[in-house]
């Protein structure tokens, strides 16, 4: 079985402090991904990666970073953590898309707490 | 860029009904995943549908690429099927998914 994991599960910060969310797979891919879930939004993606020392924005990159030092490991980092990052956290992982079907496997998520 | 929209928001039903939730994407889909949000947070992927029809347990899927959109019938609810239901789509661009604000279901018993 296919495996992500995330660390801390969940956090409190204060506004302006660093925070770093850490993910790791075990499942050999290629992809990893990062998104956040807020109450009456879907899931959006923020960075992605698909090979180690690169990193790709997604559709809501401002105010995080992302560093991809592995294959296995995706941290995101919030150098000036705001009120308005505070939501939940999902990492993910897929393998290359060769055009065939390709499936997206998440962590457990990080609840994170700006106050 | 992309939409997902998903409906009913929200579904109650008794323990044993059938239920189906729809989504519908503005744009050509070359993926399409269902998943399972628990009540928990938790998120596990269903199954991966990006045209016809797929089954698995008691969820089937059919997906009209060109109609762009995409069904997922519950048959014979049970009180553990309750949580929120995403459809996500990746677009041209590749490897990115659109994800929808799901649909709630709770089954009663």
């Known amino acids: 079985e296919a495996a992500v994991t995330q660390s801390p599960r969940s956090k409190v910060a204060v506004t302006g402090g660093k925070v770093t969310l850490s993910c790791h797979q075990t499942?050999?891919?290629?992809?990893m991904y990062w998104y956040r879930q807020d109450t009456g939004h879907g899931l959006r993606l923020i960075h992605y990666s698909y090979v180690a020392d690169s990193t790709e924005k997604g559709d809501i990159p401002d105010g995080y970073k992302a560093s991809r030092p592995s294959q296995e490991n995706f941290s995101l980092i919030l150098e000036l953590a705001s009120l308005s990052q505070t939501a939940v956290y999902f990492c993910?992982?897929?393998?290359?898309?060769?055009?065939?079907?390709?499936?997206?496997?998440f962590g457990p998520g990080t609840r994170l707490t700006v106050l | 860029g992309q939409q997902v929209q998903q409906s009913p928001a929200s579904l109650v039903l008794q323990e044993g009904e059938n239920a189906e939730l729809q989504c519908n994407f503005s744009?050509?889909?070359?993926?399409l995943q269902w998943f399972y949000q628990s009540p928990g947070g938790s998120l596990v992927s269903l199954l991966s549908n990006p045209s016809g029809t797929k089954h698995t347990g008691r969820l089937t899927s059919t997906t009209v690429t060109k109609e762009r959109r995409s069904s997922l019938h519950i048959s014979s609810s049970q009180t553990t099927d309750s949580g929120t239901y995403l459809c996500a789509i990746e677009g041209s661009a590749g490897n990115k998914l659109t994800f929808g604000i799901g649909t709630r279901v709770l089954v009663r018993p």
């Open positions: 993910a992982s897929s393998d290359v898309d060769w055009g065939s079907s390709y499936e997206q496997y």
């Open positions: 499942n050999n891919h290629d992809y």
């Open positions: 744009s050509t889909a070359t993926q």
